[in-house]
């Protein structure tokens, strides 16, 4: 299978780092190929909603990273988003993508499986609840079957992750597919 993973933050050795990390470890065991898209050191202007998208000619009006990151979108089989925690919801960086999925709606629906793995420093499911509802929703509406969740709570810092079982998690998880 090709599996995207599209990651929000901007730490390359953070929390939610070690999560995909290990999700690829696990992937790549498995035999899948994989293609990594880091949303916050890429150039990705937010949609507009402008709709030249969705006119005669179906491009987008801005020619930034997404050009990159579309094919590997389109061709997935797997989509794994994976973001820090940001007052109760996935980053900025991240939604900016999923919001340019939008170009590419028509495409998008049906047919694939999606992943989303998320860490952050408070200690209870709460301040994740608003990301796993856009995830639950966002999925539903593309008719994506979700492969899994991966949730890490107290993880403020990589050596706070890296003692406790989210990395496995993420393992198995990529290892599973």
């Given at each position: 299978m090709k599996v995207l993973i599209i990651t929000g933050s901007p730490h390359k050795n953070g929390t939610t780092a070690c999560?995909?990390?290990?999700f690829i470890k696990g992937?790549?065991?498995?035999?899948h190929e994989i293609f990594r898209?880091?949303?916050?050191?890429?150039?990705v202007h937010p949609c507009i909603a402008c709709e030249k998208c969705h006119g005669g000619t179906p491009v987008?009006?801005?020619?930034?990273?997404m050009q990159e990151l579309n094919p590997h979108l389109i061709e997935a089989d797997v989509i794994a988003l994976v973001s820090p925690i940001y007052y109760y919801d996935i980053n900025a960086q991240l939604k900016a993508v999923i919001d340019r999925f939008y170009?590419?709606?028509?495409?998008?629906?049906?047919?694939k499986k999606a992943v989303l793995m998320v860490a952050m420093?408070?200690?209870?499911?709460?301040?994740?609840?608003?990301?796993l509802a856009s995830f639950?929703?966002?999925?539903?509406?593309?008719?994506?079957d979700i492969a899994g969740t991966v949730v890490g709570v107290n993880c403020m810092t990589p050596e706070m992750i890296k003692n406790t079982d989210y990395p496995e998690q993420a393992y198995q998880l990529g290892k599973s597919l």
């Open positions: 999560l995909a990390e290990q992937a790549e065991e498995a035999g898209f880091d949303a916050a050191n890429k150039e987008c009006v801005f020619k930034d990273d170009a590419n709606d028509a495409v998008l629906h049906g047919n420093a408070d200690d209870s499911m709460e301040s994740a609840e608003g990301a639950k929703g966002m999925t539903k509406y593309l008719e994506w």
